[in-house]
């Protein structure tokens, strides 16, 4: 992994008029609460570079949504903060990421930890094909957080009852998790995640694959699970991005535009390209 | 309008020829698939055909008198009066009494010819499982000699061969069949011995029990390394020059002709590291080499067929790369590992050709009782016997190729029940 460290901070509060179009972020990147701060980065498959020069933080507690059109690179910036983009061949990460301070691209970072600490739902709902119960117990099994059987069973069900799905299968733990419904896997995805009860959860577009009803369940559950977790959320749905999010981050083509407060984009953005955007001109 | 109207015409004539192209498609697969189905039948109603005569043979019905003078023993725990009894002199006297009056020395020759040169050690086993019967009498169905239950067999199928057989013996067994003291009974040999130059006394068992600890070794050896090896290559190897060649070596490999690997497994396993010839460790060595492609790309094929969202899943929950292809990838791959391990097994087990190099050919009369112990395989054997001059060795040849192709049928059948059984849908 190629690390390129940048060592002259940025203001931590920056003045949001005066940016040159492709040069810098509109609005209000920063955060004085900053859960994770990434500063200059850039990441390429290959040779193609898919993220041009993103500033931004992510806040304690708060819900931040990524949208922009497709291959706009709001995924590759949701993945670059858990390292799963180390699994693609050819991605580097170039730049700074941090969590509470702490480098996540340090060659002594550890991913296995990395991951514990910043959990991920998928767009496809993707259970292990086993029983829902092994699906939520699989994150305190392989990284021992449970001393006994009574432990892991309390685990597991005060994972599905943040997941809202506790009602919905306590019957039937130990049935296989794949026979559920499209948005009841997602939601055992999610109970999946929180069962490490990591710091930072990635959404990755968590619901373009449910049906209205189930998504407006998981929508709920986010805004739940925001007392306690740090969300990050990719979504093609602006709609979405407008419930359940408090700041929006708007990315074109690789280089992040405008991140503001969702009431903030969504009713008077500050930049050409996302009003464009949200008014359907593009996208 | 008018245009449209024409484009629906156009539409429909084409239709017709689509559908008259499709049917013709239809019938050629059927003609295909029939055609391979006819192959399978003349060659199973051939083989069946020729080998069904082996699972029985002709016994002759004979009065022995266990008489401890003519064996010219008294004593049957003495392994030395064992050693020099004379066995056959027991169904010998039992002819003379049979059919009185035969003197010329040529006339007692076809007399004892009737039956098999191993008849008096059947009866020497019978004794010692019996002791009591020494000095005693019994009526025992004798085992004949393989001309004679060829000719027996082909008399009773209408066409008889006696060319082998001179005229009393021929008059003798038509007065024998009268009697009712010859017939065909289910022969247990078979199944029960080693190889033998006797047709009558020649079995499998050798060939079978060979075959059996040769596979195990092959499986033993090659399905770890195998899954190992593509395991590695799947999830683990970086993708460069060195694994693109390595790739296509393994591809190559699986291409080789198979009599390459026994020159081979002679060159290194007997020549250098100077394991003996014969035995089912260095079968199982060449097979190894020979079925380790085949495992290698079918459980590559099977760890790529496990969808990558899993992996993400388990690499997403915090999984090392380790614990996400233990817990994850492995189980779901399994079923299509073990389906190309099995597929790989049952072109081992009809192997030939590289056992040739390696001295699994020899003549090997003894049922193996372990894995340095010499041995030969189903095949070899087929081919020994395909090989041998006697006529009754060709109803055994086509008996051999049977139970090779049960063990192929229900190899086979088992790889596909097992894809059935542990498919899982996600």
Same mark, same amino acid.
């Given at each position: 992994m190629n690390v390129k460290r940048e060592t002259t901070a940025k203001p931590a509060v920056m003045d949001t008029l005066e940016i040159s179009e492709h040069q810098a972020t509109v609005g209000h990147c920063f955060s004085d609460n900053a859960k994770m701060t990434m500063r200059n980065v850039n990441v390429f498959y290959g040779e193609k570079q898919a993220i041009f020069d993103v500033n931004v933080d992510i806040a304690k507690n708060e819900v931040i949504a990524?949208?922009?059109? @497709?291959?706009?690179?709001?995924?590759?910036?949701?993945?670059?903060?858990?390292?799963?983009?180390?699994? &693609?061949?050819?991605?580097?990460?170039?730049?700074?990421?941090?969590?509470?301070?702490?480098?996540?691209?340090?060659?002594?970072? #550890?991913?296995?930890?990395?991951?514990?600490?910043?959990? %991920?739902?998928? *767009?496809?709902?993707?259970?292990?094909?086993?029983? $829902?119960?092994?699906? +939520?117990?699989?994150?305190?099994?392989?990284?021992?957080?449970?001393?006994?059987? +009574?432990?892991?069973? =309390?685990?597991?069900?005060?994972? !599905?009852?943040?997941? @809202?799905?506790?009602?919905?299968?306590?019957?039937?733990?130990?049935?296989?998790?794949?026979?559920?419904?499209?948005?009841? *896997? *997602?939601?055992?995805?999610?109970?999946?995640?929180?069962?490490?009860?990591? =710091?930072?959860?990635? %959404?990755?577009?968590?619901?373009?694959?449910? #049906?209205? $009803? /189930?998504? /407006?369940? $998981?929508?709920? !559950?986010?805004?739940?699970?925001?007392?306690?977790?740090? $969300?990050?959320?990719?979504?093609?749905? %602006?709609? *979405?991005?407008?419930?359940?999010?408090?700041?929006?981050?708007?990315?074109?083509?690789?280089?992040?535009? =405008? &991140?503001?407060?969702? =009431?903030?984009?969504?009713? %008077?953005?500050?930049?050409?390209?996302?009003?464009?955007?949200i008014t359907g001109r593009f996208g | 309008m008018n245009n449209s109207m024409t484009n629906l015409e156009k539409i429909r004539k084409s239709l017709s020829r689509r559908n008259r192209a499709e049917g013709l498609f239809r019938w050629a697969g059927r003609v295909a698939i029939f055609l391979g189905l006819m192959a399978v039948v003349v060659l199973f109603v051939d083989i069946i055909g020729k080998g069904h005569g082996a699972f029985r043979i002709a016994y002759i019905e004979l009065d022995i008198d266990y008489d401890p003078e003519k064996i010219g023993i008294e004593n049957l725990s003495d392994p030395q009066q064992l050693a020099g009894a004379d066995w056959q002199a027991l169904p010998k006297a039992a002819l003379n009494k049979q059919f009185p009056g035969i003197t010329s020395r040529g006339d007692k020759r076809s007399l004892y010819g009737l039956i098999s040169n191993g008849a008096g050690y059947d009866l020497k086993d019978r004794l010692m499982a019996n002791p009591l019967l020494l000095g005693d009498q019994e009526r025992v169905w004798i085992l004949t000699d393989d001309d004679i239950d060829t000719y027996y067999k082909s008399w009773l199928a209408g066409e008889p061969y006696a060319a082998r057989l001179s005229d009393k013996q021929v008059e003798w067994i038509a007065e024998l069949h009268e009697h009712g003291k010859i017939r065909l009974q289910f022969n247990a040999n078979f199944f029960t011995r080693g190889d033998s130059r006797e047709p009558e006394q020649a079995g499998i068992r050798g060939a079978l029990v060979g075959s059996l600890f040769t596979l195990a070794l092959t499986l033993i050896f090659s399905f770890p390394v195998g899954v190992a090896a593509a395991i590695y290559l799947e999830e683990f190897a970086p993708k460069n020059g060195w694994t693109d060649f390595i790739e296509v070596n393994i591809n190559n490999l699986a291409a080789v002709p198979s009599i390459i690997f026994g020159l081979l497994g002679l060159a290194i396993f007997i020549n250098f590291f100077h394991v003996p010839r014969s035995v089912p460790i260095v079968g199982g060595l060449v097979l190894t080499l020979m079925t380790l492609p085949t495992i290698i790309i079918s459980s590559r094929a099977a760890i790529k067929s496990v969808p990558p969202s899993i992996r993400e899943a388990a690499l997403g929950m915090g999984a090392s790369k380790y614990q996400m292809v233990l817990h994850h990838v492995l189980p779901l791959a399994m079923p299509g590992m073990l389906t190309g391990a099995i597929i790989g097994m049952a072109q081992a087990l009809g192997e030939s050709a590289p056992l040739l190099m390696i001295g699994m050919v020899a003549f090997i009369v003894d049922i193996p009782g372990g894995f340095s112990d010499p041995a030969t395989v189903l095949p070899v054997q087929i081919f020994l016997w395909a090989d041998s001059p006697e006529r009754a060795f060709i109803e055994k040849t086509s008996a051999a190729i049977m139970v090779l192709l049960s063990f192929l049928i229900v190899m086979n059948a088992s790889a596909v029940w097992l894809r059935k059984r542990l498919e899982r849908r996600w």
């Open positions: 990524m949208i922009g059109p @497709s291959g706009c690179g709001k995924s590759t910036f949701l993945r670059s903060l858990n390292r799963m983009n180390d699994t &693609v061949e050819g991605c580097r990460v170039e730049g700074d990421v941090r969590m509470d301070g702490e480098d996540l691209y340090a060659p002594k970072l #550890d991913v296995v930890e990395l991951r514990a600490r910043v959990g %991920m739902v998928f *767009q496809k709902p993707n259970p292990f094909p086993k029983t $829902i119960y092994d699906n +939520v117990a699989y994150g305190p099994k392989i990284h021992g957080l449970a001393d006994t059987r +009574v432990d892991l069973d =309390e685990i597991v069900e005060n994972s !599905l009852r943040k997941a @809202s799905l506790w009602e919905e299968v306590k019957e039937r733990l130990h049935q296989s998790g794949t026979g559920l419904s499209g948005g009841q *896997q *997602q939601r055992l995805c999610i109970a999946r995640a929180i069962a490490v009860s990591p =710091e930072v959860i990635l %959404m990755d577009e968590p619901c373009s694959a449910l #049906d209205p $009803i /189930a998504t /407006a369940k $998981i929508e709920e !559950l986010i805004e739940e699970l925001s007392e306690n977790f740090t $969300i990050a959320i990719v979504t093609h749905s %602006m709609q *979405q991005a407008a419930r359940v999010s408090h700041r929006t981050a708007y990315f074109h083509l690789g280089r992040l535009i =405008e &991140v503001n407060p969702t =009431e903030q984009v969504f009713t %008077m953005p500050e930049h050409d390209l996302t009003e464009a955007y | -």
